[in-house]
Structures are given as C-alpha cells and as structure tokens.
C-alpha cells in the first residue's frame, strides 16, 4: 500500500536558520504530492504541492522538488521565521487512475519550533 | 469564496453516547472525505464521500458511519463512543478533478 515516511521530529531552529524536512513516499504509478501545514488548534493548511515528476512546489518561501527517482519530496526554507513554529505534514493522493478516491495518506508529522 | 466549515468545534461526550459532526464544503466542491487525527496514530482517512456515495473507506469500525446530503453537506456519525474515540475530526473538500484537498478546522471530540 502507499505510504510516506517524514523525518523524525521535533526540529528546534533559531530564526533566519535553514530548514529541511525529509519526506520519502511508496506509491505505485504518479502520486500527487503535498505539504500541509497546522498551526496549535487549527486545521490543516496547504502549504504547497506537485503533481509530476520535478515539479516543484513553492509558497510564502519554502519549496519541495518531487523527486521520482528518489521517492522523495523534501521541504526546505532558506530563513525560517518564529512564525513558522508548526507541525508539517507530507501527504500523497494516488494516482488518479486507481480507486482510492478522496484518500490523503500522511507521514507522522514534525513538530518545528523557530526561537528568535 | 468561504472555506470548509465544521460544526461544532469542540464537543464532550461520554462513553456509549453517539456524535453527529457536520462539515460543509466550499461552495462548488461535491467530495468530501473526513480523517481522525490522533496523537498515537496521526492522521487516519474514515471515508469519501461524492455526490451523495460513499466511493472510499477506511479501517474502521462500522460505528463510524457518514453521509452527504444533495447540497454536499456531509455528515458523520460515531455510535457508542469510546475513550479511544476522543480526537480531532476533520474534513476537507475537493473540487471535481481536483487534486488539493482543503481542510476546515475540524470537530474536537472529548470522550470521558
């Protein structure tokens, strides 16, 4: 079955620091991928996404490049903010040639926590 | 256009009771797929649902059960609630041949 593999956590960063998180994925044919995000008592925010091989996804600084070589879709910030303190989620839908219709497979989250 | 809603935010139960939670689509999207969010097993699919059928399941048992109304509005029931039952419920609604699914703020569910 599919599934998604995020780095382990909690991520502890002074701000203006880089950041990485790794995600790695299994899935058969071409998934679409996303990172969404959740600040304390909300729901989950679409951060960014990609839909084919080398996509890359981008928005209000971070980015992830699909990587079908390498299963992997890695979200990076070159200067993160205390206001980026979150939990970062890495997600697939399957190929939408199967049946799993409206089924979001998520990996474990990580906790990030910017220090100013 | 208005995002995804969820009524109520935050609800207190105890065990045996059943739950009504209700979400309501963007305006415009006809799937809507609902997901248990727990701190021991992350974020969990329950089921789709589009045009009013359930096209997509997850492992859960029968308690969980849902519907959607012709407006899209969608419901879901838990029965006989459980102490493992207490989570954040969220849904999250998807246009027809879109590939994002955005998420509301979700129901809080307490089972004491």
């Known amino acids: 079955g599919n599934s998604v593999t995020q780095m382990e956590g909690p991520v502890t960063l002074s701000e203006e620091a880089f950041l990485t998180i790794n995600c790695t994925y299994t899935a058969t044919g071409y998934p679409s991928l996303f990172w969404y995000v959740q600040y304390p008592g909300e729901g989950l925010q679409l951060l960014l996404k990609?839909?084919?091989?080398?996509d890359k996804g981008s928005n209000k600084g971070f980015e992830a490049t699909y990587r079908k070589e390498t299963t992997s879709f890695h979200l990076e910030k070159g200067s993160v903010q205390v206001s980026d303190s979150a939990v970062y989620f890495c997600a697939l839908e399957p190929d939408p040639g199967g049946t799993s219709y409206g089924k979001l497979t998520f990996g474990q989250g990580t906790i990030l926590t910017v220090h100013p | 256009k208005a995002g995804v809603t969820q009524t109520p935010r935050y609800l207190i139960k105890t065990r045996g009771q059943q739950v009504t939670l209700s979400c309501s689509p963007i305006s415009g999207h006809r799937s809507v797929s609902w997901y248990q969010q727990t701190p021991g097993q992350g974020l969990q699919f329950l089921f789709e649902?589009?045009?009013?059928?359930?096209?997509n399941k997850g492992n859960f048992p029968g308690r969980f059960s849902g519907r959607q109304f012709s407006n899209s509005r969608s419901e879901m029931n838990v029965s006989t609630l459980e102490l493992g039952d207490s989570a954040l419920y969220l849904c999250a609604s998807q246009d027809r041949g879109g590939e994002t699914q955005y998420f509301g703020p979700g129901t809080r569910l307490l089972v004491l």
């Open positions: 990609a839909t084919k091989a080398d």
């Open positions: 649902y589009f045009s009013e059928t359930q096209r």
